[in-house]
């Protein structure tokens, strides 16, 4: 019984000393796990902190050149940490090899406090030799800043690099010239301008604006923008070159410093993607645009109608017949928008070919003499009609379909998606082009305009009207007059009103412009008088004939509740003979 009890007893202990040593080892493990998370997440932090502290480390570099040549590099700290800077790499560009060399930084000068800058060289003393050197300044955290292009034994207390924008530079827009220019010395330069600007050839320069800079006093690293424009004419494909420098007086010796001469070309490029209406698909056919009063009013006065027909190709065509067509829904009512007594009047230089031959059919027609259309040019076909008469129709018509169908010797075409509208009682508004401000004369209103010269500056005359001469109706102040300028035509002023609230002009990113003016107050067509906005605008500088559309339109209301929408497709021929 002894003994047995004795086996127990030692079986006991060995298992509890196994039981501890197990214990103490997985204790062991779960310990060195624990460590090894600690460790890995106190690494994870300390790599997110450089990470964020190298986000937030922003700093500025700009180097120099002083008495016998030695080094000054100012460091200026633009974050918001203290800065430490750990060496710095200069690279010799004059050598073929771009030998490159590490200077450690004293102490003393590599700590910046937020705001602070200073030479970091001040107690690290570099002479350099003659030639070209990029300069790498390299932070404690890894950040690598470079002041690029010192030019040891020339102009180097400030710097330009000169940008003309954009490029390559349609015939007869303006380019933009944009001078950078940067303190790359250690003190203040005061009054920074540019030198004289030279432009080879000279000849393609037709006008220059004034430069304007954002500031002309300039600290250490501190930089500015010189700015002025160009408007280049030539042939296309020729490359113009721009070449200045900047100059200031340094304000310790009170000397005048020069930066260096800096070049940029400018392409001068053909206007074949301007908004000519002639185009690949018109080769061989006329195009349409139209004058269209809207509302139409059902009254003894006549509004103006016209169609201009475009000749694109390069030969001669001739226009026998020109139908203006309306339809009114639904097709069956007995709606007039003309009828057989329209009482047509032509309006120069349209001959007197007008007839109404049957509802809602306007036309001109001449087989005898048809009217001839140069190559690449236009014709006007204008007409003074008087209103038909609505049949009793309840609504009256809001919308009225207007088709054009004009027949040529290249055939037969016709345009649609035209419209206008119609009250027995209203306003008659129309838009065109006028020779004499706010006439509504016959012989003043044109909807067409040729024999502009490329590059040459032309005014126009808009006029809104109210071809119903009576008092009783009326289109509303706060009425708009549009004008849309195609892309192409460049500054684009205005010179004069009548009677409109006047609107900044808009420009489109595809160099087309807006011009838009509110009339101040009621217009009727009392004395026989409308409003006019006068603007003037130059035209492309093109090489070869094109034909351009100006989009004349109003918006608004007519007695307070009809809305208006006349419309003029003005079409404009710029050719070089």
Request: net charge negative.
């Amino acid at each position: 019984m002894t003994g047995r009890f004795h086996k127990r007893a030692v079986s006991t202990v060995v298992g509890s000393v196994f039981f501890l040593v197990l214990m103490t080892t997985g204790l062991s493990v779960s310990y060195l796990v624990i460590e090894t998370q600690s460790d890995m997440i106190q690494a994870q932090q300390t790599i997110a902190d450089g990470e964020i502290k190298k986000i937030q480390e922003k700093f500025y570099t700009s180097a120099s050149t002083g008495d016998g040549n030695r080094l000054a590099l100012y460091v200026k700290n633009d974050g918001s940490n203290t800065l430490e800077i750990d060496n710095v790499w200069i690279v010799n560009e004059t050598d073929s090899t771009h030998a490159a060399k590490k200077y450690e930084i004293s102490y003393s000068d590599a700590v910046l406090a937020p705001g602070y800058g200073a030479d970091v060289l001040q107690n690290t003393p570099l002479f350099m030799s003659p030639g070209t050197y990029n300069i790498k300044v390299v932070s404690s955290l890894g950040t690598i800043k470079t002041a690029e292009q010192l030019n040891v034994g020339g102009s180097n207390k400030l710097k330009v690099k000169l940008v003309i924008n954009p490029p390559d530079v349609r015939l007869g827009e303006n380019a933009t010239a944009l001078l950078f220019v940067t303190n790359t010395g250690n003190s203040r330069i005061l009054n920074v301008t540019s030198g004289p600007i030279v432009v080879t050839p000279s000849s393609n320069v037709l006008s220059v604006s004034p430069i304007t800079q954002m500031k002309s006093d300039l600290a250490p690293a501190e930089s500015t923008i010189l700015s002025w424009k160009y408007r280049l004419m030539g042939a296309a494909g020729t490359n113009v070159t721009f070449s200045t420098f900047a100059q200031g007086v340094d304000q310790p010796s009170n000397v005048i410093v020069q930066s260096n001469v800096d070049k940029s070309l400018v392409l001068l490029r053909d206007n074949s993607e301007l908004g000519s209406v002639v185009s690949s698909d018109l080769f061989s056919r006329p195009e349409i645009f139209m004058v269209i009063p809207n509302t139409f009013g059902d009254t003894a006065d006549k509004g103006l109608w016209g169609v201009n027909i475009v000749n694109p190709t390069d030969q001669p065509i001739y226009v026998s017949k020109v139908v203006i067509s309306a339809q009114t829904a639904p097709a069956n009512s007995n709606d007039e928008i003309f009828d057989t007594a329209c009482g047509t009047q032509s309006v120069p230089p349209t001959t007197n070919n007008w007839s109404c031959p049957t509802s809602n059919q306007l036309m001109w027609k001449n087989t005898g003499t048809p009217q001839l259309i140069h190559p690449k040019s236009v014709f006007p076909f204008l007409v003074k009609v008087n209103p038909g008469n609505l049949g009793g129709s309840s609504p009256e018509p809001e919308t009225v379909v207007v088709q054009t169908n004009v027949f040529t010797t290249l055939g037969q075409f016709g345009k649609a998606a035209y419209g206008t509208s119609m009250r027995t009682s209203s306003a008659m508004p129309n838009v065109y082009l006028s020779k004499v401000v706010d006439s509504t004369s016959d012989n003043d209103i044109f909807a067409n305009k040729t024999g502009i010269l490329p590059g040459s500056t032309q005014t126009f005359n808009v006029v809104l009207a109210d071809l119903e001469t009576g008092t009783g109706n009326k289109i509303n102040a706060g009425s708009r007059l549009i004008i849309n300028i195609p892309k192409g035509w460049s500054d684009p002023t205005i010179i004069g009103n009548t009677g409109f609230n006047m609107q900044p002009i808009q420009q489109f990113p595809d160099g087309s412009s807006q011009i838009v003016g509110q009339l101040v107050s009621d217009l009727t067509g009392a004395g026989g008088t409308g409003k006019t906005i006068t603007f003037t605008v130059t035209a492309p500088s093109i090489t070869d004939t094109r034909m351009y559309v100006m989009y004349v339109l109003g918006d608004g209301y007519v007695n307070n509740s009809v809305v208006m929408g006349p419309l003029a497709e003005i079409v404009l021929r710029v050719s070089p003979n």
